[in-house]
């Protein structure tokens, strides 16, 4: 369990309850100003998510696991946003998938230099069903979701949903200490992968990931609320 929260911390959420779209509340940049008080045990840091910016195959729906996709221009100008967003922030650790998609997202965001690729951020190997709409795998096949029924083998041999977490706990267990030590880290991936991320951070079933949404470039923030973990921030905009 982590130690107890200090009152704040120079890398916190400045408010608890913030407007649904006001940054300002979100992003606070470090002090370089010491303390004058007794030193206290560190505040939890924050495991910060930013899901890659648009691409061809997100703005049609298609499945896109594998096929390693680049940023369209306006893909590349969210990035740009979140970016602008998050200056100023600082990050113990800097993990990114190793999807083109994700790894340009973590260069135009301004932290290409610090990331390290991670293949359990890589997103859902979804086997037959890659390159495919929701509509035509119900087309094809009757009642699906991805969450419950997975996917079957093609080129690639798809994934369950236990297979995804699995993979989804092992990035947490990389970064928890920092966590725990005060520290933020980033995480620059894919949409079905953060979202049993998120599941996972909370200590829901490999299903859980189905109750959120997460739009490309979009930023999210998980962390403790008095020692338990709660999503701080989802599926956030920037300013363009």
């Not at 369990?1 to 979100?26: E, F, I, Q, T, V």
């Not at 083998?153 to 092992?170: I, S």
């Not at 933020?184 to 894919?190: P, W």
């Given at each position: ?143 699906w979701n991805l969450w419950r029924d997975g996917v079957p ?18 990035v947490l267990a990389r970064v928890r200490a920092d966590v ?61």
């Open positions: 369990m982590p130690a107890p929260p200090r009152s704040r911390g120079p890398s916190s959420m400045c408010h608890p309850h913030p407007g649904p779209h006001d940054l300002r509340y979100r992003w606070t940049v470090p002090s370089d100003s010491a303390s004058t008080t007794e030193p206290t045990p560190p505040k939890p840091g924050q495991i910060v998510l930013v899901r890659h910016g648009e691409t061809a195959w997100s703005l049609t729906g298609q499945h896109t696991g594998t096929t390693d996709l680049p940023l369209t221009a306006n893909g590349e100008e969210q990035a740009r946003s979140v970016g602008r967003a998050l200056e100023g922030r600082r990050f113990s650790q800097v993990i990114t998938s190793p999807r083109i998609r994700a790894r340009r997202t973590a260069e135009l965001i301004g932290y290409g230099d610090q990331a390290v690729v991670d293949p359990n951020l890589a997103e859902w190997d979804y086997g037959a069903y890659e390159g495919l709409t929701s509509a035509e795998i119900v087309a094809e096949r009757g009642p083998a093609g080129a690639t041999p798809g994934e369950n949903n236990a297979e995804v977490q699995a993979r989804a706990l092992k725990h030590a005060g520290s933020d880290v980033l995480l620059v991936a894919h949409g079905h992968i953060l979202r049993a991320l998120a599941a996972a951070w909370l200590e829901l079933p490999p299903t859980g990931g189905q109750i959120f949404s997460l739009a490309t470039s979009t930023m999210s923030a998980l962390g403790y609320e008095h020692d338990a973990p709660v999503i701080l921030l989802w599926n956030a905009p920037a300013a363009s």
